[in-house]
């Protein structure tokens, strides 16, 4: 019995934009819209003229689609296809990634076979249902090897079902590409899911899925270790662990592990277990305020279920749980510290942006700047986080970087393209990118440039993206035909010696709302904090405002100590209120 969706599976007819080449395969139907196929089943063509007829409706309707991903030429035998028409009461698919040497049951639904039609006249196709065997043969060479359990009923064997979703318990692991008719034709190969997902516009174009382990990880370390993977960089990781977990956090420091994101992960779960510093806490930190809650659940069951016999999961000040018990095991400082964001946070200015966002339906440009002593790259991560958390579902927050694929931005072309590459377009025009993606909401363009040429001031990197922003972006929102606004954030970081050019540059990108429609906000300029920014900060926090008298001294002591010293940063001030901070909530719980 089928465990795929008959909804799912996909006849697709693909006519070259010459009119002479013509080609069937299969597809499967991630969600109501998007289709994944390879790339040769569309001919390679980002022009093509796409059919499409779900097995459901087979002999009733065809929907008109068109090409939003082709993969790489060479490289991968991958296309995303997108319906004009959404299909209503299909909810997207869940993806799964499969690195494991052990055999598993699969299974796909594709077209295989050709007939002629009763009138002679055309070819219809005969779909078949296939149970496979997937193993581990393929993964050396970055595919996944399948042995079907029957053979080919077509003398072209597996020819038409090229581009059927390969599932495993549900999960969407790879796409049917090839296989071998000698031998009954009982192999097959198929890409993996995860190679499709490596491209950033392939993950745009199919709404940004995320694959999990099939079958899932055994140990609370092989899912802590995936979430990280999926979910984190480096940056974000060991900002993570600074907060959370502070002595991996120096251990990594003294350590210094490769660059390879992987083996960082792989160090950090191991110094995490060796220091037991898994807990509640840090889980319910790792939710993000409910944003991963279902991702962190499956690793809390699995952290709970290998603990020691009789262990106590540590709970918050004031949990009952029962009858009182004459211990109280300390909970760490809380998840995201408030204590600091006077220093990292700084509320007024994002939010000043969010209050704009709410409030303004114009297309809009923040342009936010600073010295180096600010720390911009830690302002525009906790400017993204609190983005993503509560503009989400009025905004759809979009990161660009400022430098991908080894390659950075400089002229207005590279601009373009990394704005294309943030959306779920992932393809040009600009134009249909931003109006695919405004269909649901504003769009908020975040441009992310740790220690780049906007950082360097890099003058032939500013002016190529203030013609960008003036010509191309600007034209683009006057003919995309968009229903929401667009709005664009761009730190820029100012340095003494390049103060002329700073304020050079600062005016030339303020002046791209001259010609519309682009309005820009007026530049927002983060200050270092007044000793009164701290002192209010603290006074304001429902938590610290009863916090006792040497304990405040030693704060107001390290700021004037940072505000004095040369090399002064919102980071140094951060850290060292924290300790003092985390300390006194700690002892207080």
Same mark, same amino acid.
């Given at each position: 019995?089928?465990?795929?969706?008959?909804?799912?599976?996909?006849?697709?007819?693909?006519?070259?934009? &010459? %009119?002479?080449?013509?080609?069937? #395969?299969? +597809?499967? =139907?991630?969600? !109501? @819209?998007? /289709?994944?196929?390879? $790339?040769?089943?569309?001919?390679?063509?980002?022009?093509?003229?796409?059919?499409?007829?779900?097995?459901?409706?087979?002999?009733?309707?065809?929907?008109?689609?068109?090409?939003?991903?082709?993969?790489?030429?060479?490289?991968?035998?991958?296309?995303?296809?997108?319906?004009?028409?959404?299909?209503?009461?299909?909810?997207?698919?869940?993806?799964?990634?499969?690195?494991?040497?052990?055999?598993?049951?699969?299974?796909?639904?594709?077209?295989?076979?050709?007939?002629?039609?009763?009138?002679?006249?055309?070819?219809?196709?005969?779909?078949?249902?296939?149970?496979?065997?997937?193993?581990?043969?393929?993964?050396?060479?970055?595919?996944?090897?399948?042995?079907?359990?029957?053979?080919?009923?077509?003398? &072209? %064997?597996?020819?038409?079902?090229? #581009?059927? +979703?390969? =599932?495993?318990? !549900? @999960?969407? /692991?790879?796409?049917? $590409?090839?296989?071998?008719?000698?031998?009954?034709?009982?192999?097959?190969?198929?890409?993996?899911?995860?190679?499709?997902?490596?491209?950033?516009?392939?993950?745009?174009?199919?709404?940004?899925?995320?694959?999990?382990?099939?079958?899932?990880?055994?140990?609370?370390?092989?899912?802590?270790?995936?979430?990280?993977?999926?979910?984190?960089?480096?940056?974000?990781?060991?900002?993570?662990?600074?907060?959370?977990?502070?002595?991996?956090?120096?251990?990594?420091?003294?350590?210094?592990?490769?660059?390879?994101?992987?083996?960082?992960?792989?160090?950090?779960?191991?110094?995490?277990?060796?220091?037991?510093?898994?807990?509640?806490?840090?889980?319910?930190?790792?939710?993000?305020?409910?944003?991963?809650?279902?991702?962190?659940?499956?690793?809390?069951?699995?952290?709970?279920?290998?603990?020691?016999?009789?262990?106590?999961?540590?709970?918050?000040?004031?949990?009952?749980?029962?009858?009182?018990?004459?211990?109280?095991?300390?909970?760490?400082?809380?998840?995201?510290?408030?204590?600091?964001?006077?220093?990292?946070?700084?509320?007024?200015?994002?939010?000043?942006?969010?209050?704009?966002?709410?409030?303004?339906?114009?297309?809009?440009?923040?342009?936010?700047?600073?010295?180096?002593?600010?720390?911009?790259?830690?302002?525009?991560?906790?400017?993204?986080?609190?983005?993503?958390?509560?503009?989400?579902?009025?905004?759809?927050?979009?990161?660009?970087?400022?430098?991908?694929?080894?390659?950075?931005?400089?002229?207005?072309?590279?601009?373009?393209?990394?704005?294309?590459?943030?959306?779920?377009?992932?393809?040009?025009?600009?134009?249909?990118?931003?109006?695919?993606?405004?269909?649901?909401?504003?769009?908020?363009?975040?441009?992310?440039?740790?220690?780049?040429?906007?950082?360097?001031?890099?003058?032939?990197?500013?002016?190529?993206?203030?013609?960008?922003?003036?010509?191309?972006?600007?034209?683009?929102?006057?003919?995309?035909?968009?229903?929401?606004?667009?709005?664009?954030?761009?730190?820029?970081?100012?340095?003494?010696?390049?103060?002329?050019?700073?304020?050079?540059?600062?005016?030339?990108?303020?002046?791209?709302?001259?010609?519309?429609?682009?309005?820009?906000?007026?530049?927002?300029?983060?200050?270092?904090?007044?000793?009164?920014?701290?002192?209010?900060?603290?006074?304001?926090?429902?938590?610290?405002?009863?916090?006792?008298?040497?304990?405040?001294?030693?704060?107001?002591?390290?700021?004037?100590?940072?505000?004095?010293?040369?090399?002064?940063?919102?980071?140094?001030?951060?850290?060292?209120?924290?300790?003092?901070?985390?300390?006194?909530?700690?002892?207080?719980?």
């Amino acid at each position: 019995m089928p465990s795929i969706d008959a909804q799912r599976v996909c006849l697709i007819r693909v006519v070259g934009k &010459d %009119g002479r080449r013509e080609s069937f #395969g299969s +597809g499967f =139907l991630c969600d !109501g @819209r998007r /289709v994944v196929t390879c $790339a040769h089943v569309v001919l390679e063509d980002l022009g093509a003229e796409i059919e499409v007829r779900l097995l459901s409706e087979i002999h009733s309707s065809v929907r008109s689609a068109k090409v939003t991903w082709l993969a790489p030429a060479n490289e991968l035998d991958a296309a995303v296809v997108e319906l004009d028409d959404e299909v209503e009461g299909i909810e997207p698919i869940q993806w799964g990634r499969f690195d494991r040497s052990a055999a598993l049951d699969a299974e796909f639904w594709g077209f295989p076979r050709a007939t002629k039609t009763r009138s002679g006249g055309g070819v219809q196709r005969v779909d078949a249902h296939v149970e496979a065997r997937l193993t581990k043969g393929g993964l050396a060479r970055g595919q996944l090897e399948l042995q079907p359990e029957g053979e080919p009923r077509s003398a &072209d %064997g597996w020819k038409g079902m090229s #581009g059927a +979703g390969v =599932l495993v318990g !549900g @999960r969407l /692991v790879g796409v049917f $590409a090839e296989g071998t008719v000698e031998a009954g034709g009982r192999r097959v190969w198929a890409v993996p899911a995860t190679r499709i997902l490596e491209h950033s516009d392939a993950r745009a174009a199919l709404g940004n899925p995320l694959a999990e382990r099939v079958p899932p990880r055994a140990t609370w370390q092989e899912a802590l270790g995936d979430f990280f993977l999926d979910f984190y960089d480096a940056y974000r990781l060991r900002n993570f662990l600074h907060r959370q977990a502070r002595p991996v956090h120096d251990a990594l420091a003294a350590s210094e592990p490769g660059e390879d994101f992987a083996e960082l992960v792989t160090v950090v779960i191991r110094l995490l277990e060796s220091m037991n510093l898994v807990n509640e806490q840090l889980l319910r930190n790792l939710e993000g305020r409910g944003r991963y809650t279902a991702q962190v659940g499956p690793i809390r069951a699995l952290w709970r279920a290998q603990r020691a016999p009789g262990e106590r999961t540590p709970e918050p000040p004031g949990s009952v749980t029962g009858a009182a018990s004459p211990t109280t095991v300390p909970s760490p400082a809380r998840d995201r510290p408030t204590h600091t964001s006077v220093v990292l946070d700084r509320i007024r200015q994002w939010g000043h942006i969010l209050k704009a966002c709410a409030e303004d339906d114009r297309d809009l440009l923040f342009l936010v700047h600073a010295s180096r002593e600010q720390d911009l790259d830690v302002f525009m991560q906790r400017i993204r986080d609190f983005l993503e958390e509560e503009c989400s579902r009025r905004h759809r927050v979009l990161t660009v970087e400022q430098q991908a694929d080894h390659t950075r931005a400089r002229t207005q072309e590279d601009w373009e393209r990394q704005f294309i590459r943030a959306t779920r377009a992932g393809t040009p025009p600009l134009g249909f990118a931003i109006q695919r993606d405004a269909k649901r909401g504003a769009l908020l363009f975040l441009v992310e440039d740790r220690g780049g040429p906007l950082r360097d001031l890099d003058e032939p990197a500013v002016r190529g993206l203030h013609q960008f922003l003036r010509d191309r972006l600007s034209g683009a929102l006057a003919t995309s035909g968009k229903s929401k606004p667009v709005r664009v954030v761009i730190p820029i970081e100012q340095s003494d010696e390049k103060s002329r050019l700073h304020k050079e540059l600062l005016t030339l990108l303020a002046s791209v709302g001259r010609r519309g429609p682009l309005h820009v906000e007026p530049p927002l300029e983060l200050h270092f904090p007044s000793q009164k920014d701290v002192e209010d900060h603290i006074n304001a926090d429902d938590v610290f405002r009863n916090i006792d008298g040497p304990t405040r001294e030693r704060c107001l002591t390290v700021y004037r100590e940072v505000a004095a010293s040369p090399g002064r940063s919102l980071q140094e001030l951060g850290d060292r209120l924290h300790e003092i901070l985390f300390k006194w909530e700690s002892d207080r719980w």
